[in-house]
């Protein structure tokens, strides 16, 4: 008798979890970012989401690099869609790791089309933004009652690296707003000129956040035109923001 051919099991679908590792400091982590470290079975991480961070995932856990740097060899968007698709059908419980809150400039939507689109279970965990940390390290707030009822976050690149072309200046250059602007060292020259160009007084006070939540942060308070000089041709070798309008620096 011939034994019968069955076909091949279709292997259970696992889970992902896109977690929010906050700025770098594990002690911004949330409970459930820690959690669903602690129970995954792979990771795939950015860069600025590895270091002590890491310390709270599972032991047994494969771990893989696949962050993106400015300048620097990076992971393929496609290649890390197609890993987080490859690795839940697996049945594996994976962990997206990425850095700041995963909503926020993360390419997160097109991770998010790909799992859809595999028919995979998924989940966000929503984490400490930098931008936030930022301004706790400084000790000021990011809203103010009277002066700044209203707080924008903006990128400073698009996807050549450059400013972006479509901005819209009246709400960039609102005396009366706290911007942050993400991924806008080198083009914050440029930025800091249509700011001024729309009315924006070359004094109004400005932060550079580098590295936050790193040991090697660092912290300038300045003006837009400061900034604006101190970025001129300058080397970016490290992650940073900068955060400008009525920022308390009187407290």
């Known amino acids: 008798m011939k034994a019968l051919a069955l076909p091949d099991p279709v292997p259970p679908?696992?889970?992902v979890s896109?977690?929010?590792?906050?700025?770098?400091?594990?002690?911004?982590?949330?409970?459930?970012?820690?959690?669903?470290?602690?129970?995954?079975?792979?990771?795939?991480?950015?860069?600025?989401?590895s270091g002590p961070v890491l310390d709270h995932a599972?032991?047994?856990?494969?771990?893989?690099?696949?962050?993106?740097?400015a300048g620097r060899p990076s992971a393929r968007q496609d290649h890390v869609n197609?890993?987080?698709?490859?690795?839940?059908?697996?049945?594996r419980r994976v962990v997206r790791l990425k850095s700041g809150d995963a909503g926020f400039f993360g390419r997160l939507e097109e991770e998010l089309a790909a799992l859809a689109a595999a028919g995979i279970p998924f989940e966000i965990v929503p984490g400490v933004t930098s931008a936030s940390a930022a301004a706790a390290a400084a000790g000021i707030p990011l809203t103010r009652r009277l002066t700044a009822r209203r707080v924008q976050f903006i990128t400073g690149a698009d996807v050549t690296g450059r400013l972006p072309g479509d901005i819209h200046w009246a709400a960039i250059a609102d005396p009366a707003v706290t911007t942050v602007v993400f991924m806008g060292q080198r083009s914050f020259p440029e930025l800091a000129a249509g700011l001024r160009a729309h009315g924006m007084p070359g004094d109004t006070p400005a932060l550079f956040a580098e590295s936050?939540?790193?040991?090697?942060?660092?912290?300038?308070?300045?003006?837009?035109?400061?900034?604006?000089?101190?970025?001129?041709?300058?080397?970016?070798t490290q992650p940073g923001l900068i955060i400008y309008g009525p920022l308390a620096f009187d407290i």
Request: net charge negative; proline share 5%; glycine share 10%.
């Open 82 to 91: 197609a890993l987080l698709v490859e690795q839940a059908l697996a049945g």
């Open 58 to 69: 599972n032991p047994q856990a494969e771990l893989i690099a696949v962050g993106k740097r």
């Open 18 to 49: 896109l977690v929010s590792a906050g700025p770098g400091d594990p002690e911004l982590l949330t409970l459930k970012a820690a959690n669903r470290l602690a129970r995954a079975e792979v990771v795939l991480y950015d860069d600025l989401a």
């Open 212 to 236: 936050v939540g790193h040991p090697h942060q660092r912290l300038i308070r300045s003006t837009i035109d400061g900034l604006a000089r101190m970025m001129e041709g300058a080397a970016v």
């Open 13 to 15: 679908s696992g889970f």
